[in-house]
């Protein structure tokens, strides 16, 4: 059986809300893709393939784009409610859900993330960012604290928009460079802030699953590794060299064995061999990012199931990638 582990959906209820904000761009693109919203269309695509069922969560936009305060709160529980009703009654198609947060909550989601789990939820998601602000920003750590007490897993979406242009002398990315190049560089960084801050340290039972295979890291284990070796060497205003000193490891170990991730390449072999050459493949989740494609639901999940399937891998470790560490950290009998 083959459990996708990051696909997105937007429950009936929430779909309405997300149609009304008129968010630009994505509001326009939810509308075109049946599959993100209309839970029909999404059974037939899960029934395209055999032995295989969907994780849900949420896409975009982040909560904390469409209202703020108590609002972000009372929109994460009307998404998680919906994902746990959809799940109680289609459990073969959608066997689990992941509980959006709400870091733009007063408690910065946890009462939320605490009620979510507490009604089935795998885990939690977050962003890369918070509107604009980065996750080491000590009013989130609430969060992570929760998080590492809970042991349940984080799903870490990226988060970045056209508003963050590309070059300082202009006031947004062009051709959706925000996008194709911007959300793995911004998962990079979230990762490189949770690790140089701390964080990743200060609560050793964090689980956080990198989407899209991690971003651009796998590719810069050269940067990661010996170069940030010598962090500190191209800075001059401040001593990071002492960032070195309080870390417990060396700073590649943590992005390769300390970091979770899935297998949402868009249909790139050599990116798919180059995340399972770089991640501890115990920390490697199936997951396909249904139903952003092309085809509109199965493109994607029809070729990462394929190309998954012709990596020659011993049948435990190919097991576990498709659904037995995901049952592993989240605790969670998935398979029947």
Known sequence: MRIDAYTHFIPEKFFAKVVESNHPGIGKRMRELPAIHDLDVRKKVVDTFKDYAQILSHGMPPLEVLAKGQQVEEYAKLLNDGFAEICAKDGDRFPGWVAQSALGAPDVGVREIKRAIGNGALGAQIYTNVNGRPLDDPEFEPFFAAMNEIGKPV??????????????????????????????????????????????????????????????????????????????????????????????????????????????????????HTGLAFFDH???????????????????????????????????????????????????????
């Open 155 to 272: 799903w870490l979406h990226p988060a970045r928009t056209a508003a963050m242009s590309d070059y300082a002398t202009e006031t947004k990315s062009k051709y959706e460079i925000w996008w194709t190049f911007g959300w793995s560089y911004e998962t990079a960084a979230a990762m490189a802030r949770l690790v140089f801050s701390g964080i990743m340290d200060k609560y050793p039972n964090l689980k956080i699953i990198t989407h899209h295979f991690g971003g651009i890291v796998p590719m810069l284990e050269g940067r990661i590794g010996p170069g940030n070796d010598q962090l500190g060497a191209r800075t001059s205003d401040e001593d990071l060299s002492l960032v070195l000193k309080r870390l417990k490891k060396r700073p590649l170990d943590y992005f390769k064995h300390s970091f979770y991730a899935d297998t949402a390449t868009f249909s790139a072999e050599p990116a798919m």
């Open 282 to 336: 115990d920390k490697v989740v199936f997951a396909s990012d249904c139903p952003f494609d092309p085809e509109k639901g199965t493109m994607y999940t029809r070729d990462t199931l394929r190309i998954l399937e012709g990596i020659d891998l011993p049948k435990a470790e190919k097991d576990a990638i498709w659904h037995g560490n995901l049952e592993r950290i989240t605790g969670t009998k998935l398979v029947k």
